[in-house]
């Protein structure tokens, strides 16, 4: 629960921030470059609604923290700051970890395993 509201947040802080940055003109980035922000945004949040319902929570944990971790480092390379950026994908991942090792989710697409299938 926790490691879906803080990708929630960070993904909801990161759509504000390219807000103003888009409204206020930064230093001639590019169109395309907001929209795969926002895109991006998009898929963290459907990472925290699978995270809520509980499918495949240790894989979807790692995509999350991935992907939260991603956009952090891609702010950081057009030098955009934000207010808790970093501090959030470091509470991700640490609120994500117990999930990665412990698993969970009582939601899996095939439970026995994908190698009994062939």
Do not use: N
């Amino acid at each position: 629960m926790l490691t879906a509201f803080l990708l929630t947040t960070a993904s909801i802080e990161a759509l504000a921030v390219i807000d103003l940055h888009w409204t206020v003109g930064t230093r001639g980035i590019h169109g395309v470059e907001w929209t795969a922000i926002i895109v991006l945004c998009a898929l963290i949040l459907s990472t925290a609604v699978w995270l809520l319902v509980g499918i495949r929570s240790r894989v979807v944990a790692m995509l999350g923290v991935a992907l939260l971790c991603g956009l952090t480092l891609w702010f950081d390379a057009m030098e955009i700051q934000t207010v808790y950026g970093a501090w959030l994908a470091v509470a991700a991942t640490a609120t994500a970890v117990p999930l990665v090792l412990r698993g969970g989710g009582q939601f899996a697409l095939y439970r026995r395993g994908w190698k009994r299938l062939a």
